[in-house]
């Protein structure tokens, strides 16, 4: 053992010197005592292997030396050799005392800024100058001032002390005007205004510009050709955009082959239509259909509605349509109307109602073992709140970003008698009881290097409520949920789902992946309660064609009763068309 820490010892001393040697000494050029003294405190590496490495730390060395009284102290020029970096500064007088006085005309703006922290008695110490003009000339050019000036007037020095007075020209006061658009994009400016923050007669701001590329690119069926302009006319500033219309209008679907069971070997085929259409009536709205039929004699039908600006503001308006057959037992229609607020590009918060009409297609099916009901018909109300907060690089396939869906609402579900059935069946049953739903999603991209990207999502539901019911549970499983398992196989009143995964771009849009889906779910039922833990992994494609994109994927799943098996395997083959 202590000869093993001997040579770890040695290994390390040794492995040291070999990385100083490889590093040069940093050695400032003067003959004044009081530079060289406090070199060692300014802020500069001493040592580094090359004089580009101590570039970053040029800027923070000269400060330090402004902030001693060297004012004008400055590096002119560095060399090196085969040991050693040198340093050549411009030294210049050192002043004991150094401040530059403020107009008392000016305090009540400079303290609007949140610069008099700067300040000592009203003067503005010399080390503090770059700092504070900085932090005031942002607060100018996003308060209406672009062209605003900052200069040092009547400097008075002498052998120890320097002084200056500042002089704050705001000059021109400009706002918002018009917007235009160059480019064979049709869209309505009643779109464009909202989604860019740009109102007339509103004040000017740098930063607000400089934000307009990320907005326009949020704005999936967009593509900027250049970069915006502005021309300022009097006291007027117009953008100018240079925007072309993108394809994103999407028409695909997908086959799957879904073994039936692992003894017989048979195979049965489901399928997916889905009509994706954006900015159709240049309002800037989505419309989207979707078409599923997960396994035989069932169905889904959904319809969205989307237009997020209405008057030139940054409100909105959605409509949502889902129709759910399942087999013969029972038929779902679900209408939802919201009022959504559009802000940052792409995040929004939507407060809706929620209607859902369940009807029993068999009567039978109120009839359960121990005479306990499994299915009801039912009307349920919901009134909720939706926050999605939405930070990508871009909108398909994005590289790095954030997305964040919350959701969350409350109701009264109220039990409809059906008429072919016992009325006793209804004797110990609540009509009318309250219902608390809270549903989630978040992805995350995480490039790693050059072409690979971590993706991390999670997605979850919580389903409260006294004597729930098999037909207004969650239904997961699938391509969009948990692949590997069969659509809509699985029915939970609660769920949690990570789905780690792998992408190698081969493309802008194109890229390989391997993923993992874990989970967690639960059915509460009066009469039964049920708990697992599924798990899949598969390998995807996703080839970004002429015509269109082209995916493939292969799951197994793994659940209760349901062990890992490539009999039983999930095959996904899609295309989508875009136009």
């Known amino acids: 053992m202590i000869y093993r820490i001997l040579f770890f010892v040695i ?12 590093q040069k000494t940093v050695v400032i050029l003067t003959s004044d005592s009081t530079i060289s003294a406090l070199f060692s405190q ?4 001493i040592r580094a292997k090359s004089s580009k490495k101590i570039v970053p730390y040029l800027s923070k060395m000269e400060h330090y030396y402004r902030q001693q009284g060297y004012l004008a102290f400055q590096v002119d020029t560095f060399f090196e050799d085969n040991t050693h970096i040198f340093l050549q500064p411009f030294v210049g007088q050192r002043y004991k005392s150094a401040f530059i006085s403020i107009s008392p005309e000016d305090i009540p703006l400079i303290e609007e800024a949140e610069c008099h922290r700067f300040l000592k008695h009203n003067a503005l110490p010399i080390e503090a100058y770059p700092a504070f003009t900085t932090q005031l000339m942002r607060y100018l050019e996003n308060h209406g001032y672009p062209f605003a000036e900052l200069q040092l007037d009547s400097v008075v020095f002498s052998a120890e002390n320097w002084y200056s007075r500042l002089k704050i020209s705001k000059n021109q006061y400009i706002t918002l005007d018009s917007i235009l658009i160059s480019g064979n994009l049709k869209i309505s400016k009643w779109v464009l205004y909202p989604h860019l923050s740009w109102r007339r007669g509103k004040i000017y701001s740098e930063e607000a510009l400089r934000q307009i590329s990320a907005r326009t690119a949020m704005l999936p069926f967009i593509t900027e050709i250049r970069s915006p302009g502005v021309e300022f006319v009097e006291n007027q500033a117009n953008l100018y955009l240079f925007l072309d219309k ?7 679907g997908y086959i799957g082959i879904v073994p039936e069971n692992e003894q017989s070997g048979k195979v049965s085929v489901t399928g997916q239509l889905e009509l994706n259409l954006k900015n159709l009536f240049t309002l800037g709205e989505t419309i989207h259909l979707q078409w ?62 929620n209607y859902t009409s369940s009807t029993l297609l068999d009567a039978k099916k109120l009839h359960a073992a121990q005479n306990e009901i499994l299915y009801i018909d039912f009307r349920k109300s919901l009134y909720g709140l939706e926050l999605l907060l939405c930070r990508l690089d871009q909108l398909y396939v994005p590289r790095k970003g954030f997305e964040i869906r919350l ?24 009509m009318k009881s309250l219902r608390y739903q809270i549903e989630g999603e978040a992805a995350g991209y995480i490039p790693l290097h050059k072409r690979w990207i971590i993706v991390l999502k999670i997605n979850g539901a919580w389903l409260y ?5 098999i037909n207004e549970l969650y239904k997961i499983g699938g391509m969009q949920t948990l692949q590997g398992f069969d659509e809509n196989s699985i029915f939970a009143s609660a769920y949690l789902i990570g789905i780690p995964e792998l992408r190698f ?19 509460k039922l009066p009469s039964d309660y049920y708990r697992d833990y599924p798990y899949s992994f598969g390998i995807g494609l996703s080839f970004d064609a002429k015509f269109g994109i082209f995916s493939l994927s292969y799951a197994l799943g793994h659940a209760q009763n349901h062990p890992v098996s490539f009999k039983t395997g999930k095959i996904h083959f899609g295309i989508a068309v875009i136009f």
């Open 407 to 430: 959701n969350a609402s409350v109701g009264q579900r109220n039990i409809i008698k059906n008429p072919k059935a016992d009325a006793t069946l209804y004797n110990n049953l609540i």
């Open 292 to 353: 599923i039929s997960p396994e035989k004699f069932s169905q889904n039908l959904t319809i969205n509605l989307d237009f997020p600006y209405l008057f030139r503001t940054p409100i909105g308006v959605c409509f949502d349509f889902n129709l759910e057959k399942k087999d013969t037992t029972h038929l779902n229609l679900n209408f939802l109307a919201g009022l959504k607020y559009t802000f940052l590009g792409s995040s929004s918060l939507k407060a809706y109602y």
């Open 465 to 469: 409520g006294k004597q729930l019911v």
């Open 505 to 523: 771009l081969f493309t802008r849009n194109s890229y390989i992946h391997a993923f993992f889906n874990g989970g967690w779910f639960e059915r």
């Open 42 to 45: 300014s802020g500069m590496k």
């Open 246 to 252: 993108r394809k994103v209008n999407r028409f695909d």
């Open 11 to 22: 290994g390390w001393v040794l492995g040291t010197e070999m990385l100083l040697s490889a």
